[in-house]
């Protein structure tokens, strides 16, 4: 298994592997699906803008414009602009490549050496030709979750107000960018840095519409979102809540167990490695905390789907670059790659994939299993006795008590 590991790093080493692997992938993700005709969710994201244009109701099915129904926030019609007005197949394409891009940056300024940073990108590349296909916004909500963490690190607090506004106003998903609060050394800017990307981002997409428009959608997406969970619990298809209460309820044949029982408890862990915050400088416990808010949302939301695991997975590879060489770290690796990025798609075979992949929600499983480790290591202060690795510097930040 080391030799296992040292091919990795090999391939890690090529720059120009990594760039086409990352780029390429997307891009044929993107483009057979362009070539099908299958591009339903950017027919949905395209139609956000100019139904906010034309003042039209958000959250109703427009059958003879696409399937399904808008689940995004109003915010959404002014970060779609730039793409709703090219031929569809064109903003289709870029609206994919643009995803991966901003994932790719944001993996690039992660507090990790270049190496270790390609070896996450190599490992996440398949991940992200499966969702460029799917054409969602999960690369961006992902991407915006580790630039929070990043900004924060930096001192960059009024950055990282804005990408927490910005994702929360348009897929919830962001709000958990408030977990990287006690990591930041000017708390009072980073929260007068809330309320003033609150009320810029609330405003901004009134200048293409109204404000009563606005407001009203606003509440329209809060009744769209809670009855959307209630389809999902209701396990409308096998293809919803493929979350850790998806996993436990179709595993244990438990469909009647409510996803408070599988969350309250998730929460309580969460926020319990907040007990050593005392080691908020120590850089392994506060990547081991971005790992754990970027599976959060994904393994205890109703509404994961199987391209909502390109924010997940990033925590699985952040996670693994950090340990020694180990056997078992290989082997686990091995299987949360197979579960999470193969598990749906041509790799496996069809009657794996239709008869336990995707029914019992297999995907959830390794994310699952190192949210618990990961927890575990942070409890028992195992992180800070594993053997050194090599982490790019960032500022020492120091508390600060002016805006």
């Known amino acids: ?68 129904v808008n689940h995004y926030g109003p915010l959404f019609s002014v970060m779609i602009a730039p793409f709703a007005g090219l031929e569809t197949r064109l903003g289709a394409l870029l609206w994919s490549l643009t995803g991966a891009a901003t994932l790719y940056y944001a993996i690039r300024q992660l507090p990790l050496t270049r190496l270790h940073q390609n070896i996450i990108l190599l490992l996440c590349a398949q991940e992200m030709m499966g969702s460029s296909g799917w054409f969602q916004l999960n690369q961006f909500i992902g991407a915006f979750i580790i630039l929070t963490f990043t900004s924060v690190l930096k001192g960059k607090d009024m950055w990282a107000a804005f990408l927490i506004v910005a994702g929360t106003l348009t897929k919830i998903y962001g709000i958990v960018g408030l977990a990287f609060f006690f990591f930041s050394s000017n708390q009072k800017r980073f929260i007068a840095g809330l309320f003033i990307w609150g009320a810029v981002l609330f405003v901004l997409p009134m200048l293409i519409s109204s404000p009563q428009y606005i407001i009203a959608s606003y509440f329209d997406w809060y009744e769209a979102l809670v009855y959307k969970n209630q389809l999902n619990v209701m396990e409308t298809t096998v293809f919803q809540d493929l979350s850790a209460g998806g996993l436990i309820k179709r595993v244990f044949h438990i469909p009647w167990l409510s996803n408070t029982a599988v969350l309250l408890p998730a929460l309580i862990i969460f926020l319990a490695q907040y007990s050593l915050l005392n080691y908020r400088y120590n850089s392994r416990y506060r990547l081991y905390i971005l790992c754990s808010v970027l599976m959060f949302p994904v393994l205890f939301s109703t509404s994961s789907e199987s391209p909502t695991y390109i924010i997940a997975i990033p925590a699985i590879c952040i996670w693994y670059v950090m340990q020694p060489e180990s056997k078992w770290n290989n082997i686990f690796l091995f299987f949360a790659i197979l579960l999470v990025s193969f598990s749906h798609s041509d790799v496996v075979t069809p009657w794996v994939r239709k008869n336990i992949a995707v029914p019992y929600a297999l995907k959830a499983l390794p994310c699952l299993v190192l949210y618990l480790r990961i927890a575990y290591e942070i409890f028992t202060r195992k992180f800070l006795d594993l053997p050194h690795q090599p982490l790019k510097p960032v500022p020492v930040l120091q508390p600060a008590s002016h805006l």
């Open 1 to 68: 298994m080391r030799e296992k590991r040292n091919v990795l790093a090999f391939l890690a080493e090529k720059e120009w592997l990594i760039l086409f692997l990352w780029f390429g992938l997307a891009f044929i993700g993107a483009i057979t699906e362009i070539s099908r005709n299958n591009i339903n969710n950017y027919l949905i994201f395209k139609n956000v803008f100019f139904h906010v244009i034309h003042q039209l109701p958000l959250y109703e099915a427009y059958p003879d414009e696409y399937l399904d």
